[in-house]
């Protein structure tokens, strides 16, 4: 039984370390900044995931305990990626104004916020009414 | 604010102690989580924390969030935690395979039909996490996603996939 779980913790480490190891290789292969931000948002995720799920199982199987500290690693680990990963991508929108003629229509009046902002004292009806009471 | 209360003069005293009765069950929980081993003084602090905060930080959250299914909001999470294992498998495919050039990577624009912040914060770092797109801005009125895709193929489909996918499901979570 013992040696059962050690071999999931160490199957479950050595594929985290895996996808770790293919994200931070992404981070070298790929051309631009851009297409370099898919590769720690994805691929590392599941090299952390592993390691977490590996740590429970060692200390819920072999050490008797329960540690649920994983859980919460994983939940802000899955808050803080998308937020980092935005703020990134729009650091770059602005150093690089040149690739504001790439980005597509918006289909709407207004424009990418990075580039364009709201005018104003047009569309007051657009205004959180909660905001507009302040004025 | 002080109309707000005198429309609900009864619930007052409930309102001004718990104002976010869900932030509070979250704080408890994460205090718990963070003490990694059960006691009842650990208990008590994690309510005392889980009311004070809520109470000094509610003039920052006027409103509370507006999910209205709580058991779709954990169905889309399970959802997205599978995509999530298949985002990862996509990506590290695509890294190990595919040279630079041959990655059809393009800029997409997403329009979002969701009008709560909340839902388009969710919408948003839910297509961060799932395969091949990274979303990168919003448009000044708020009404659609600039998206990064690492490989796309056609365009109508990944926006059509992201659409049915997720938002139709974010739309009944947040009506």
């Not at chain 2, 190990?96 to 709560?116: D, M």
Request: net charge negative; charged share 20%.
């Amino acid at each position: 039984m013992e040696f059962i779980l050690e071999l999931v913790v160490s199957v479950l480490i050595v594929l985290g370390g895996l996808f770790a190891l293919i994200g931070s290789f992404g981070m070298v292969k790929l051309p631009d900044l851009l297409t370099r931000l898919h590769a720690p948002t994805k691929a590392t995720t599941l090299g952390v995931g592993g390691a977490l799920i590996a740590s429970m199982v060692f200390f819920a199987g072999l050490e008797g305990r329960l540690s649920i500290h994983e859980v919460l690693i994983t939940a802000f680990l899955f808050l803080t990626a998308p937020i980092s990963a935005h703020f990134i991508a729009k650091a770059h929108l602005h150093e690089h104004p040149e690739l504001c003629e790439d980005l597509p229509e918006t289909g709407r009046a207004l424009g990418w916020s990075t580039f364009e902002r709201l005018p104003d004292n047009d569309e007051p009806e657009e205004e959180d009414p909660r905001r507009a009471s302040h004025h | 604010m002080g109309a707000h209360q005198e429309t609900k003069p009864r619930r007052s005293l409930l309102e001004r102690w718990l104002p976010h009765p869900v932030l509070t069950v979250v704080l408890v929980l994460l205090w718990m989580l963070l003490l990694n081993a059960f006691s009842v003084g650990g208990l008590v602090m994690g309510v005392v924390l889980g009311i004070v905060i809520t109470r000094m930080t509610s003039n920052f959250w006027p409103e509370r969030p507006p999910v209205k299914a709580w058991g779709k909001a954990f169905a889309y999470m399970a959802l997205v935690g599978w995509d999530v294992v298949v985002a990862n498998l996509e990506v590290s495919r695509l890294i190990l395979f595919r040279s630079g050039a041959q990655l059809r990577t393009r800029w997409v624009t997403v329009p979002v039909e969701l009008r709560s912040p909340e839902a388009i914060t969710v919408l948003a770092g839910t297509i961060t996490m799932t395969p091949g797109t990274v979303s990168c801005d919003l448009s000044a009125d708020g009404c659609s996603l600039l998206v990064h895709c690492l490989d796309a193929p056609d365009a109508e489909a990944a926006v059509q996939q992201m659409k049915d996918r997720y938002e139709a499901r974010l739309k009944e979570i947040f009506p």
